[in-house]
């Protein structure tokens, strides 16, 4: 062994007790071992940022974002500042510094600074808020080892997927009589191609979603112009709306679709949305639990008292009458296990994405919505999760022709949450933006979305089959031309045809070999 790794060998404890001491403070975790990974316990593109700004504080060394995500574990970490710079005695003595003087380090946490109840609460509430809005850049945190698997068969053992249309980040800035086209355009393709449902979200006042304040009036339209395809919202923020009001609204375009309409609810997080509705933020998650039953109850004729104009008591039903008896629901989840096990308790079905979770998360969430649904109510529910989609014929195609409208996207997105971060977190933002931003597209690109080829994107979907998605949402309209889009759609359709034949044709050998 080289006098170099000796020394290395011999001084690695004190800094690698450093490096768990820092990440025990940004995810409050105390029980955090050398070989932990850092994004499986809960960090984030944010947090690794914040991480190593602190190392930089403590080692005076930056590690490269790209170099982190390699190696995010603690013992990981402390190689790569070693191989950074081979200088022990210096690491070994910075370390011991950190370990004995740490309250008096910049960040450091002191009682005599500690916040009141209501400006934690508040704080908590901003960085709650920041770290949705910011979920793009740190999508697929802890996913680098759910895809280093070549080997996958693109064929399946569980069952067929389901394949959609999800419009959720479109702008408004276009054309004024062509606004709308490729939305319409791109629903009739998915009507005619047998795609199962189009999803349009409810956003509210900023570019960013400017084109979608209002699903149930956009898939009136899209009713129009369709006549199989399922029309369901991702989300309507349900705070934000009075449940009979909902019910009114979807109803109307219940009866113009002939009964195809779904809903999947979501509490909301942008404050500005709540001028609408400002005194419902706050509660907003009790809200949302308080108001989907009464809108299942008002959907299957029910009645709910209001007062009228005049002060008084009045019972009143939502008309016209829906076609469908009972509203299908989904309720948006992110990552958090309660909201999968409520889902499945209540019998809701689920629309959720990667933005906070690993595929191993996602599987973990997934199995327990799916046991719950078990045990309150026959069958199994159903999962429609959502991925970035673009298909070529050509992977480096697809690479150049998604690369400047995703990198912008991710800008975008960035640029909507920065209000609700703290000036600490706005800064370091700011600082890391291109490099934020070009990593998480490398990694969206090769182990998080289906960008690629038909043959490219086929372990992909065979990975959420096992995790037990049955619905892939597809998202398309972050960016690239709208005939481009058009075009992939047809790349779209043969990879879905292809997947699901490839599924069928292995459920016929495995029942042939039952047979036999």
């Not at 955090?32 to 593109?45: A, C, E, Q, R, T």
Request: charged share 25%; aromatic share 10%; proline share 4%.
């Amino acid at each position: 062994m080289s006098k170099d790794k000796v020394e290395i060998k011999k001084h690695i404890g004190n800094v690698e007790q450093v490096i768990i001491s820092l990440m025990q403070d940004l995810l409050g975790n105390d029980v955090i071992k050398p070989g932990d990974n850092f994004f499986h316990l809960g960090g984030s593109s944010l947090t690794a940022i914040q991480l190593n700004h602190k190392l930089h504080e403590i080692f005076n060394v930056r590690v490269p974002l790209e170099r982190f995500f390699r190696k995010p574990t603690p013992r990981g970490i402390c190689e790569t500042l070693f191989d950074i710079e081979r200088n022990a005695n210096k690491f070994s003595t910075l370390a011991q510094n950190y370990l004995t003087n740490k309250e008096k380090f910049p960040g450091a946490k002191k009682e005599s600074n500690k916040p009141s109840q209501a400006q934690e609460s508040n704080e908590a509430n901003n960085e709650a808020t920041f770290s949705e809005n910011l979920s793009c850049v740190n999508n697929w945190d802890g996913l680098l080892d759910s895809f280093n698997d070549p080997t996958i068969e693109a064929c399946g053992k569980k069952k067929m997927i389901d394949f959609s249309i999800f419009f959720f980040s479109g702008s408004d800035r276009m054309e004024l009589s062509k606004k709308y086209d490729f939305i319409i355009k791109a629903a009739e393709f998915a009507d005619k191609h047998d795609f199962l449902a189009v999803w349009c979200p409810e956003r509210h006042f900023h570019e960013f979603g400017g084109l979608y304040p209002n699903p149930a009036i956009l898939h009136s339209a899209l009713a129009m112009v369709t006549k199989n395809i399922k029309l369901r919202a991702g989300s309507v923020v349900l705070p934000l709306n009075n449940p009979i009001r909902v019910v009114e609204n979807w109803s109307v375009v219940d009866n113009i679709s002939g009964g195809r309409v779904g809903i999947s609810f979501a509490p909301g997080f942008h404050p500005n949305d709540f001028c609408l509705s400002p005194n419902n933020y706050a509660e907003r998650r009790n809200l949302l639990k308080q108001s989907i039953p009464l809108v299942q109850e008002l959907w299957r004729g029910g009645s709910i008292s209001l007062r009228n104009g005049k002060g008084d008591s009045v019972s009143l039903q939502a008309h016209p009458e829906p076609v469908q008896k009972e509203l299908p629901i989904w309720l948006t989840a992110s990552k958090t296990k309660e909201t999968f096990v409520s889902a499945g308790i209540n019998g809701h079905n689920i629309l959720t994405g990667m933005m906070e979770q690993s595929v191993e998360l996602l599987a973990d969430n997934i199995r327990e919505y799916k046991h719950a649904y078990s045990q309150h109510h026959s069958g199994k529910g159903h999962v429609t999760l959502m991925v970035h989609t673009f298909i070529g014929a050509d992977d480096d195609a697809v690479k150049n022709t998604v690369r400047g409208p995703f990198c912008d996207y991710l800008r975008s997105h960035m640029k909507f949450s920065k209000p609700f971060a703290s000036s600490a977190k706005k800064k370091m933002v700011d600082e890391n933006q291109e490099e934020l931003v070009e990593f998480s597209f490398n990694r969206y690109f090769s182990q998080a979305s289906l960008f690629g080829t038909t043959k490219s994107c086929k372990p992909m979907i065979q990975k959420l089959i096992d995790a037990g998605v049955d619905e892939i949402a597809c998202l398309i309209d972050f960016g690239i031309p709208q005939a481009e889009v058009l075009k992939g759609l047809n790349y779209l359709n043969e990879l879905k045809n292809e997947a699901n034949k490839c599924l069928e044709n292995k459920f016929q050998e495995e029942a042939l070999g039952v047979e036999a």
